[in-house]
């Protein structure tokens, strides 16, 4: 059936939105039901539409994303729709404001469509099944263990583009998108390590279609953009002895390998 999850796009660059919509029209279980161009049509258009999914851009004119969840949750409406913020801004406060406000999930721009339209899945299915089903809920491990997994890598996520921009890898390069895969492949499975142009080159030039030389020359350009501009002691408590005057920046290697400990360390993944 065409249309099973109905989407809401609201973002004030209406191109994007554009590109957005044309991707997800590939999609037989999804449609996108309109474009709201900032907040204050957003919550005419979700009040009137009632989409299932509303993939919200925090920044927007009239009225921001999160002042459309704060005016929508003070709104007498028969339904709530499940809502994905979207954003350049991966600050920890907008985060924890969002979710306190609703939304289910948080993605960085710029970000991979396809991982936008997993998560639409998923948290339809999930919404789905506990509104809808009439069957006792059972207590599955492989479910629970398969729900959890999903959030830890969600977690993960957010964590490597926050550490990402903390750094200061410029987000509009393409290296940045190799980069921060790859660093999230390795804290994952330490293993995609063990041969970084053998493997994870590979496994990362797979998921966007490109080749394994083109992904290890694009991260390299985004280390170097981030070395000529980024903040000094950052890149000291994160590299320490790798990054200093006379040694230079660290290889590939050493700043997945580094950023993907920074990680494990702070989310204590062993």
Known sequence: MKGEISVLIADDNYEFAGLLKEYMDQYEDIEVIGIAKDGLQAIEMIVSLKPDVVVLDIIMPNLDGLGVLERLSSMQIDFRPMYIMLTAIGQDVFVQRAVALGAE??????????????????????????????????????????????????????????????????PHMAGYQYLREAIIQTVLNNKAFTS??????????????????????????????????????????????????????????ECIAMMADRIRITMDIR
């Open 105 to 170: 999930y948080y993605i960085i721009k710029p970000f991979d469509a396809e991982v936008l339209v997993k998560r639409i899945r998923q948290l339809y299915k999930e919404k789905y099944m506990s509104a809808f089903s009439n069957k006792p809920v059972v207590k599955n491990t492989d479910m629970i263990n398969s729900s959890a997994n999903v959030d830890r890598t969600y977690e993960i996520e957010v964590e490597v583009t926050n550490l990402m921009h903390e750094v200061g890898i410029p």
């Open 196 to 253: 970084i142009t053998k493997t994870l080159y590979p496994e990362v030039a797979k998921k966007f279609n490109t080749t394994a030389q083109k992904v290890e020359r694009a991260i390299r350009n985004a280390i170097e953009s981030a070395w000529s501009r980024g903040n000094p002691d950052t890149m000291d408590s994160l590299f320490g002895y790798t990054y200093n005057s006379s040694k230079g920046k660290p290889t590939n290697s």
